[in-house]
């Protein structure tokens, strides 16, 4: 099945080559430029371009699964208003639930007094959380990782069904439809989302552990996450 996935993303983005590197150089240098707004803007103006930047990548997308959805077989056209249609409320609603991700991990950090860290974090900081985990009651930090992994996939599976249905139908209150969305998700089935999921962490946690001993540059890692 993963070997069926691949072979049909491969596919998709491979139907008109020239525009999938173009898509390709647009999406590298928009991560970029984040990084290097450093050097020329205060921090109030840096906010203000990450913002923009990570919307119309969310944006482009949604617009991939509007289409993927509708079995498009191309990457799509880019669509200005589209773009930032969808760019602005799905970076509304995955905003809301990394915001009750961020908070129930607060309170259980809160709760086994530890510090406070996220996936994004562990994953990009393997040798930082391994200090940190010894630096720390083991059993305590054991519970927080089992609840923090919990809270996660549920959070993360919740919110990209939600994101789901906005690509689908485009419009902003069907992404908080949850009884629509509870549905979806005993079709989809939990268990093959976590299945296919903490495979994907293993891989980042594999490029994470290359990365450590340069055998790849940071930015790769930090862009690939994004």
């Known amino acids: 099945m993963p070997v069926l996935k691949l072979k049909k993303v491969i ?45 119309l990548l969310n944006g482009y997308g949604m617009v991939i699964a509007h289409d993927r959805i509708n079995h498009g077989y191309r990457l799509p056209k880019i669509i200005p208003g589209d ?8 970076t509304f609603v995955y905003g809301i639930f990394v915001s009750l991700q961020t908070a129930i991990l607060y309170l259980t950090a809160y709760a086994f007094d530890l510090p406070i860290f996220d996936l994004h974090h562990l994953l990009l900081n393997f040798n930082e959380t391994i200090d940190m985990f010894f630096a ?10 089992f609840v923090g992994g919990l809270v996660f996939y549920f959070t993360t599976f919740f919110a990209e069904i939600s994101l789901a249905r906005l690509a689908d139908t485009k419009k902003f209150f069907a992404a908080f439809d949850f009884m629509a969305i509870w549905r979806s998700i005993k079709i989809f089935g939990f268990r093959k989302y976590v ?32």
């Open 136 to 145: 720390n009651s083991p059993e305590y930090m054991l519970m927080f990782i």
């Open 83 to 90: 773009v930032i249609n969808l760019g602005v409320k799905s």
């Open 195 to 226: 299945l296919d999921y903490t495979s994907l962490i293993v891989a980042i946690v594999v490029l994470t552990l290359l990365q450590s001993v340069n055998l790849l540059p940071d930015i790769l890692l930090d862009n690939l996450w994004r």
């Open 11 to 55: 596919e998709y983005c491979s139907y008109d080559v020239v525009f999938f590197i173009f898509i390709c150089l647009i999406i590298f240098l928009l991560n970029l430029i984040p990084d290097y707004s450093r050097n020329y803007f205060d921090s109030y103006i840096q906010g203000i371009i990450q913002i923009l930047v990570l919307i």
